[in-house]
């Protein structure tokens, strides 16, 4: 599933990153939602992970992006709590409701950049 619709119409634009680095968002419908503080707690445990592959991270919760039309263009309409990685050709790569997903999106992430290559080894870059 490729994200193509016009993100900027709803305060998230992920455009800019198409063909250049995959992106993290992390989708929440309230800001007491313990999950949001368990993964970005665990992202920047994991930071040089992160650099390591160029990846950016959106956060969209309440106040900053219409919640509805994001979830429904995200693919994440019923969900409280979401992860969604989106890859450097804007196809969806991953979605989850778990906020201990780090393992697998890496994972994700590291095949997508591979693809192409056989040199993938599951280790870190």
């Known amino acids: ?34 999950r949001t503080f368990s993964f970005n707690l665990a992202l920047s445990t994991e930071w040089n992970r992160v650099e390591a592959r160029n990846i950016h991270t959106v956060d969209v919760g309440p106040g900053r992006h219409d919640l509805d039309k994001t979830a429904r263009m995200l693919g994440v309409e019923t969900a409280e709590f979401a992860v969604v990685v989106v890859g450097r ?37």
């Open 1 to 34: 599933l490729a994200l193509r619709a016009p993100f900027h119409d709803h305060g998230l634009d992920l455009e800019p990153y198409r063909g250049r680095q995959p992106v993290i968002v992390v989708f929440y419908r309230t800001n007491d939602e313990p």
């Open 89 to 125: 050709d804007g196809d969806v790569l991953y979605r989850t409701e778990d906020a201990d997903s780090l393992s697998e999106i890496f994972m994700r992430i590291d095949q997508e950049r591979y693809s192409d290559h056989s040199s993938f080894s599951g280790e870190d870059p």
